[in-house]
């Protein structure tokens, strides 16, 4: 895969900055989702050739870190809180009538591509005044 020569710099500074090649990983993916939105196929294949790695060691890392994607985000990420406390005030109606209303999942776009939804707490990121209340 061809990378731009920026990319490709950083991903290089990257290999020789560690012991061990390996601990480049999460930063290699890192900066190969803020240049194209999402983690291809081809992208896997080139992080492993870098690293020594085989695709599906990269690929157990893209699965296991909920802020790596596989796909391209819609336009608006819309997350809902399920851990224990927001499930205690409702967090789950809140998922439901999500799903119902944009006609999706988890880590599902609609068919337009303008929401993609997400659900883990640790995912959670809310946009909200200081003062306005958590839900």
């Known amino acids: 895969m061809e990378l731009p020569p920026k990319l490709s710099a950083k991903f290089e500074k990257l290999q020789t900055g560690y012991p061990?090649?390996?601990?480049?990983?999460?930063?290699?993916?890192m900066y190969a989702q803020d240049e194209?939105?999402?983690?291809?196929d081809e992208m896997i294949a080139e992080i492993?050739?870098?690293?020594?790695?085989?695709?599906?060691?990269?690929e157990e890392t893209l699965a296991y870190y909920s802020m790596l994607r596989r796909k391209p985000m819609g336009k608006h990420?819309?997350?809902?809180c399920t851990n224990v406390a927001c499930m205690?005030?409702?967090g789950y109606e809140i998922?439901?009538?999500?799903?119902?209303?944009?006609?999706?999942?988890?880590?599902?776009?609609?068919?337009?591509r303008?929401?993609?939804?997400?659900?883990?707490?640790?995912e959670?990121?809310?946009?909200r005044k200081p003062d306005a209340p958590q839900i």
């Open 20 to 29: 061990q090649k390996r601990s480049a990983l999460i930063p290699m993916l």
């Open 36 to 40: 194209f939105g999402y983690i291809s």
């Open 48 to 58: 492993a050739r870098r690293l020594d790695l085989n695709n599906v060691q990269v």
């Open 77 to 80: 990420h819309v997350q809902i």
């Open 88 to 90: 205690l005030k409702g």
């Open 95 to 112: 998922l439901d009538r999500a799903k119902k209303r944009l006609e999706i999942g988890h880590k599902e776009i609609t068919h337009r």
């Open 114 to 122: 303008l929401h993609r939804r997400a659900r883990h707490a640790g």
């Open 124 to 127: 959670l990121r809310l946009l």
